[in-house]
């Protein structure tokens, strides 16, 4: 699923506690240096500033978004989408040869002759379908064997799949009274300072005194407007917003009946064997996530409008695999293995869920990624969750160990980086209220909350999340990668982890009022550091993948061989 934070899931369930002055997140935060400008950005900015007036020229290199699709023709990305050099577009051949018809810009391997898919079911909810219909009927005293696992795996998809249900039947009872105290809270602190449309600038400074009710409504403000809803505006939009997500769960992602797949796209899902099939409408229904991401990676530095991405010297290819539910397997391997095809150096992927039936097949394209020299950018998820106990799909961890030379095997994908979501803000709120976190399963953190950049129809928006962490870490290491070609992808991943700025001190944990130290919460401590990595990378001697592929800008030909001559292996 895409890993958005919903503003009603802020809402209603953020912890309300007392927090520091809350203040507008400075412009385009994501690019800057904590030492220069003194808040905990990228510094991409800077590093770039800096290889510039040394001379450094870097090369350019492409960057797949697989995501929900990608505005190509906005105007601060245009100019930095990826064009297939093999391709003639319009013209209804596959020129390239590489099984995809007028692939100019990328692939979307969610529409086909029925049109687009929009929304999708969950894991959880085809999962409760297949195990359901396998299992009907079926007395568990005579199951045995892995058999009888299947069925234990089926009863506890089953609980989940009836709780979430109920939960979501409830929340559409409940979305509007939920949200009430945050309306009685707006009353309140307007009545008290005749101030309407108070500003988190101006909350800051009111005073409550004995008024225990008065200091109640500014802690539930504070709260809520760190976390997006700074307005009155913004509180009407999460109601409506409410409605719209619980109906879409009750309705797409947690509906049994529901299942646009054979009727939209046209091929089998379970048929793992078939990678052909999709069709070039790079935007499909909902292209809003995609292009944001898109934005924060590489929005043209250049041109004098809108933002600034963190790099230059990239080329966005975009590869729609995410639906407004949870993408299927099938599509994330078949994305992942178009991407590195068709010359991806950085892979960023913007999505997660909770189950993977096919996860091996996952693992597969994930290894040939790797193999290929593909740095894969992950976002760790808005769930408040410790990822090293809760599961989060796709992971680094392979299924199975895989042969790693003659005598030994690997347990995990080495070109693999796992990102959680900072604040611009400092002291115990730097970390985002809902960021997933883990100190074996977490890289690093990079900035995630309140992240301005491109959206569809030629606009600018905000949005928060892992998924626009992932992004700001991606365009960090395509500067490496621009800038220092010879560096292997494992190098990069090794280069950002101890480039990080360290963290000191205790920060809240996500989703609680518990404090823990930063260090607690990632495996490097910190969060990432461009000007550092380049620092680093500048001394790093090249060690690379010896099935790596120099690739060239604009590279439209297969690396490795055709897709269609990789063998799918059955676990």
């Given at each position: 699923m895409v890993l958005k934070k919903c503003v009603v899931a802020a809402a209603l369930c953020l912890p309300l506690i007392t927090v520091s002055a809350q203040t507008k997140a400075p412009e385009n935060w994501f690019t800057l240096d904590a030492t220069k400008d003194k808040v905990q950005g990228t510094g991409a900015d800077e590093a770039l500033r800096r290889l510039h007036e040394k001379g450094k020229k870097g090369q350019t290199i492409i960057v797949a978004v697989l995501d929900s699709g990608v505005e190509v023709d906005h105007e601060d990305l245009k100019d930095i989408i990826w064009t297939n050099p093999g391709e003639i577009a319009g013209n209804g051949i596959d020129d390239d040869k590489n099984g995809y018809i007028d692939?100019?810009?990328?692939?979307?391997?969610?529409?086909?002759?029925?049109?687009?898919?929009?929304?999708?079911?969950?894991?959880?909810?085809?999962?409760?379908?297949?195990?359901?219909?396998?299992?009907?009927?079926t007395d568990p005293k005579n199951l045995y064997g892995d058999a009888k696992k299947e069925y234990e795996y089926y009863e506890a998809v089953k609980a989940d799949f009836e709780a979430q249900r109920k939960d979501a039947q409830s929340g559409m009872e409940n979305a509007t009274k939920q949200l009430k105290p945050i309306e009685e809270a707006f009353d309140k602190v307007e009545k008290a300072t005749g101030i309407k449309d108070i500003t988190a600038e101006q909350l800051a400074k009111v005073d409550a005194g004995t008024d225990a009710d008065l200091k109640k409504s500014i802690q539930i403000l504070q709260a809520v407007m760190a976390q997006g809803i700074a307005t009155r505006k913004d509180l009407e939009e999460a109601k409506n917003e409410a409605g719209k997500y619980f109906y879409d769960q009750l309705n797409y992602n947690l509906n049994p009946e529901f299942d646009p797949r054979a009727s939209v796209v046209g091929d089998d899902p379970n048929d793992l064997t078939n990678r052909y099939y999709g069709t070039n409408d790079y935007e499909g229904p909902d292209a809003f996530h995609g292009t944001h991401v898109s934005g924060i990676i590489a929005a043209n530095r250049n041109n004098n409008i809108g933002i600034r991405g963190v790099a230059d010297n990239v080329r966005i290819m975009t590869v729609r695999c995410v639906p407004n539910g949870d993408e299927r397997d099938k599509d994330v391997a078949n994305a992942i293995y178009y991407a590195v095809d068709n010359g991806a150096s950085v892979i960023n992927m913007s999505f997660g869920k909770s189950y993977s039936p096919q996860k091996?097949?996952?693992?597969?394209?994930?290894?040939?990624?790797?193999?290929?020299?593909?740095?894969?950018?992950?976002?760790?998820?808005?769930?408040?969750?410790?990822?090293?106990?809760?599961?989060?799909?796709?992971?680094?961890?392979?299924?199975k160990p895989v042969k790693k030379g003659l005598f030994k095997k690997q347990n995990n994908v080495p070109s693999w980086m796992e990102i959680g979501a900072l604040s611009w803000k400092s002291g115990e709120n730097r970390v985002a209220r809902f960021s997933n976190y883990g100190k074996k399963n977490v890289d690093l953190f990079s900035p995630g909350v309140s992240i301005y950049s491109t959206v569809p129809d030629g606009k600018y928006g905000n949005a928060q999340g892992t998924s626009m962490a992932a992004p700001a870490a991606a365009g960090v290491a395509a500067i490496i990668r621009s800038y220092y070609p010879e560096l292997s992808a494992v190098q990069v991943k090794d280069i950002m982890e101890k480039s990080v700025t360290k963290q000191e001190g205790e920060v809240y944990k996500p989703g609680t009022t518990e404090k823990v130290a930063f260090t607690e919460l990632c495996v490097s401590g910190g969060v990432v550091s461009a000007v550092s990595a380049v620092e680093m990378a500048e001394k790093t001697k090249a060690k690379k993948n010896k099935k790596a592929v120099w690739r060239e800008a604009g590279m439209g030909k297969s690396v490795g061989g055709k897709m269609g001559k990789e063998k799918v292996v059955t676990p």
């Open positions: 692939d100019v810009h990328g692939w979307n391997f969610l529409s086909g002759k029925g049109g687009n898919i929009d929304n999708e079911t969950l894991e959880l909810t085809r999962e409760y379908v297949r195990l359901s219909k396998r299992f009907k009927g091996w097949y996952v693992d597969q394209a994930m290894k040939y990624a790797a193999d290929h020299d593909v740095l894969l950018v992950h976002a760790a998820g808005n769930d408040s969750e410790n990822n090293d106990t809760d599961p989060n799909f796709p992971n680094d961890m392979y299924q």
